[in-house]
């Protein structure tokens, strides 16, 4: 699985890294998710794909 994050939509909120701290971090200067692993390992899909479902923008989507 592969994820990516819309940085025009991200508003950095910060909920992924809460959620998949693994596979997101946040940007210092606008806290902004960057994508940590690509693709993301099987034993961490369920939490890339909680931080998806837990976005309030939207703005990381999930590809095969």
């Known amino acids: 699985m592969r994820v990516s ?17 693994e596979v997101f971090e946040l940007d210092a200067d606008d806290g902004h998710a960057i994508v940590q692993l690509d693709p993301v390992p099987a034993s961490m899909e369920a939490d ?6 837990a976005c309030p923008e939207r703005a ?3 590809s095969d």
């Not at 994050?5 to 701290?21: E, I, K, N, T």
């Not at 890339?48 to 479902?53: D, E, K, P």
């Open 5 to 21: 994050v819309d940085l025009d939509v991200c508003q950095g909120h910060g909920v992924c890294h809460m959620s998949a701290p």
């Open 48 to 53: 890339a794909r909680t931080a998806v479902s």
């Open 60 to 62: 990381i989507t999930l």
